[in-house]
């Protein structure tokens, strides 16, 4: 006979069997059940949020940090309206995620009761599967379904409703075992052939990597494969993590998301190889493509819906990033030989003297003389924040203007070591650090963020402080939307400024801090920022530095 068990306590059960270890919340009412049966499960810890866009950010931020699945829980219709933001940053980076809400009672959903909406309708646009849970003997098989879509590229959020009756019924049921399904496949030898060969028949071929790089653990394979060719590699235009190794000679930094910019540093060039990523990924529109004529393109990468997503490729290869660059480079050695040991090294020379590594240094001379600006001068501050982090610790990196210079100032060194704002929804930085954190609890985590980003999710300063995470956030503080001015004065050649400040009155960001448990203090001595910075990141527990900078335009 079938041992009974509660929806509620299977629900918990299920979700620590697929390996999730935390359960990132802000519960309601219909989410009471699943409060009621955490007693049974002391090992499943609970991370609440102010907000359900900062749980959703949390969870983002924790799988992100860390590979894996997480779970995260909202509150009915309103709960899931709120989250929707963050859950349109989680389907953009492709988060392996199983987000819950819990649902009226079946029956008393017909009422339309109070904070009662269809959510599985609400969820579906940015989701890869939405389903109620209608009979609790059904719970196990969608809950293990929803892991596994979450988790099999293209990864991405799932999301499941779940009714008060279903969590609070019982009944003997089995609860199925997990499954993950390996996707880690290297092209056939006749497309590793093809591939080859087109490679070798570039005369300037260059790389442009994307986030699966990160996600295939492909760092290594990425660098070889450019070190082989002695060609150059850029992080795509969307570079929201450590994509590529910065002090390989070959990397350049980052393509901008200015199309006639990128068709510039593109156009020397005969072949793009894309990996693991949109190449090309603009913001704003502009007559100019960002792909020059004639410049041809191969791509390898899982998520298909990257591949030739808008323009033609040569080959596309559906295949896992690190299995396929361990088995090409290897060919590319056999059949390129001493011809292509030549030319790579000649590249490699080529390239010393304009890669990361060399444009470091005059940039930071150049950020130098700005030292003793006041108000601060913010890539002088990112500078600082760069040279006092510990080298293990993780940046999280939402300051948009103010964080402008940071890829060109602090290397990639390892898959988790860096994330950043990917879709352009504001207000990630700070929830996601507090998730990042929680995954890397040996390692320190600097959150740099924009004053008017840290506005939409500064709640998440409690849940730091509540967990004593060794989290530092630094706030840019310029008074007001910069990017947006910026783009008004650039694009309108208007610099009348409407709804783009906050200083009358100033946000206190340092006392909001205070008021949320967190020790804080405020700079607007660019002398004291070595000090302040580096006592900050050297000590453990939540911290907050305000400062104030130059609120200049341009």
Known sequence: ????????????????????????????????????ALKDHPDLT???????????????????????????????????????????????????????????EQGHGLTEPVLYG????????????????????????????????????????????LPGDILNSEAGIELGRSTRVDTRVKPSEASLQALTARILKAERPVIIVGDEIVKSDALQEAAQLAETLGCPAYQSPTPYGAHFLSESPCFMGALARIQKIARDALSPYDLIIALGGDPLRMSVYSEVDPLPDGLSIVQIGLVDQDLARNYGADIALKADVRETLRALVPALKAAGGSTLQARASQGLDALASKNWTARRKPLIEQISKHAKTSP?????????????????????????????????????????????????????????????????????VVC?????????????????????????????????????????????????????????PPVDFAGVAKSLGLEATKVTDPGQLKSVLSSAFSRPGAKLIEVVVSNSVN
């Open 1 to 36: 006979m079938k041992n009974k068990i509660t929806g509620r306590s299977a629900f918990l059960a299920l979700l620590k069997d697929e390996g999730v270890t935390h359960l990132f919340g802000n519960p309601g009412t219909t989410e009471l059940p699943i409060m009621h």
């Open 46 to 104: 609970y991370v609440m949020a102010m907000q359900e866009s900062l749980v959703v950010a949390m969870a983002d931020g924790f799988s992100r940090a860390s590979g894996k699945l997480v779970a995260c829980n909202v509150h009915v219709a309103p709960g899931l309206g709120n989250a929707m933001g963050s859950l349109y940053n989680a389907s953009f980076t492709g988060t392996p995620l199983i987000l819950t809400a819990g649902q009226q």
């Open 118 to 161: 269809p959510l599985v309708q609400m969820a579906a646009p940015l989701v890869k599967w939405a389903v109620e849970v209608t009979r609790l003997e059904d719970l196990p098989r969608i809950v293990r379904r929803a892991a596994k879509i979450a988790t099999t590229p293209p990864t991405g959020p799932v999301f499941i409703s």
């Open 376 to 444: 601060i001068d913010p890539d002088w501050l990112a500078l600082q924040v760069v040279e006092a982090m510990p080298d293990n610790a993780i940046l999280v990196d939402e300051g948009l203007t103010s964080s402008r210079q940071m890829i060109s100032l602090r290397p990639h060194r390892d898959r988790y070591g860096y994330h950043a704002l990917a879709s352009g929804g504001i207000g990630w930085g700070l929830p996601a650090s507090v998730g990042v954190s929680l995954a890397n609890p040996q390692r320190p």
């Open 448 to 504: 740099y963020s924009g004053d008017g980003s840290s506005m939409y999710s500064i709640q998440s300063l409690w849940t730091a402080a509540n967990h004593k995470l060794p989290l530092t956030f630094v706030i840019v503080n310029n008074g007001g939307y910069r990017i947006i001015k910026q783009r008004l004065l650039a694009f309108h050649g208007d610099d009348h400024y409407v709804g783009m400040d906050f200083m009358d």
